[in-house]
């Protein structure tokens, strides 16, 4: 069985992981960076137990963090999900925040990997679309978005416009373009896929505190959707998803499918806007007279298409459907929000 690294162990997209490397024979090391966590993810998923070890790593920038790690096990693989929340309230200057982080996690977790792995054989790493946009109008509205685009933004002009979202974006770009440089001067023996979701939908599997109030950012826009935040549906602020089973999925295949390696993947990018998510909720019984109605303001607008067909298929992923993602995903919130009473 392989031995397989997986950071940030209670994130919404790493609890995923979790599950799709157990299901396709991988043993797994998680890493959190409080002690506390250890015991909340097994209280919620005891079935993990026999394939899942969890390790305290405090400072995922820190090279000589991960040189102990490496030196402790033998790994096959890596999944490095961990990295800055945009939503997280203590997250507001650009380079401590984001940008140092995202670059110097990025890069210790590979240089040490180099130096001190000699059985790795491939890491998959958790990127963003936002590394290629903002989303915004001026952006979205010109022609396609592939998996050569880069986010149009400089390091200058994320630190003057003193902005969460557009800090959030810069670094996602500029901690991915640290992994293609390490890549390029360092040729690690090991290979590096880099994944590129846009908004990640489904149900949240980690441990959440206080029920509803403590979604990530991308579950809570679908909570405010029923949770009374509108009368009418809102425009689209970002016009693609996809299921984080299907992304949770794609790591795990990346790992071992040679045309994945040393490649960024746009992962579904089907277009959407919040008036299908809305349509698809409406199809839950359970939400019957809490959802906005339609307001019209997606009707007129065209946006960019995200070319992401060809990586879809080589990776051969199943999609879910809008109806099935938005279903699960409500039906668990549904179960928070009685935790939250």
Not at 11 to 28: D, E
Not at 231 to 248: E, G
Request: glycine letters at 6%.
């Amino acid at each position: 069985m392989p031995l397989t690294l997986l950071t940030g162990a209670n994130s919404f997209v790493g609890a995923h992981v979790i599950n799709s490397l157990i299901a396709a024979g991988h043993n797994v090391v998680g890493t959190v960076r409080r002690g506390n966590l250890i015991d909340e993810i097994f209280a919620l998923h005891p079935e993990w137990k026999e394939k899942l070890e969890i390790i305290v790593v405090k400072d995922y920038a820190e090279e000589s963090s991960w040189d102990e790690v490496f030196k402790k096990y033998s790994f096959d693989h890596i999944i490095h999900v961990a990295a800055p929340l945009l939503d997280a309230p203590t997250n507001t200057d650009y380079e401590r925040d984001f940008l140092k982080p995202t670059v110097d996690g990025n890069r210790a977790i590979l240089q040490s990997a180099a130096r001190n792995a000699p059985t790795l054989k491939s890491i998959a790493v958790t990127g963003s679309v936002n590394a290629l946009t903002t989303g915004m109008p001026d952006e979205l509205l010109k022609g396609s978005i592939t998996n050569e685009t880069w986010l149009p933004i400089s390091q200058d002009e994320a630190r003057a416009a003193n902005n969460n979202y557009i800090s959030y974006c810069s670094a996602k770009k500029e901690g991915e373009l640290a992994i293609w440089d390490f890549v390029k001067t360092e040729k690690p023996n090991f290979s590096v896929t880099v994944l590129l979701p846009a908004l990640i939908f489904g149900p949240p599997l980690q441990p959440v505190k206080g029920g509803v109030k403590g979604l990530n950012y991308s579950t809570n826009v679908i909570y405010s959707f029923f949770n009374g935040s509108y009368a009418t549906i809102p425009a689209t602020s970002f016009p693609s998803f996809v299921d984080v089973r299907d992304l949770a999925d794609a790591h795990v295949k990346a790992l071992t499918h040679a045309p994945a390696a040393n490649r960024r993947l746009l992962i579904n990018g089907k277009p959407m806007t919040y008036t299908q998510l809305v349509h698809a909720l409406a199809k839950v019984p359970e939400l019957a007279g809490r959802l906005p109605t339609d307001s019209g303001e997606d009707a007129n607008v065209t946006f960019a298409k995200f070319e992401a067909d060809a990586d879809n298929e080589l990776l051969g992923i199943k999609f879910h459907t809008v109806e099935e993602t938005m279903a699960d995903t409500a039906r668990r919130l549904l179960e928070l929000e009685k935790l939250d009473g």
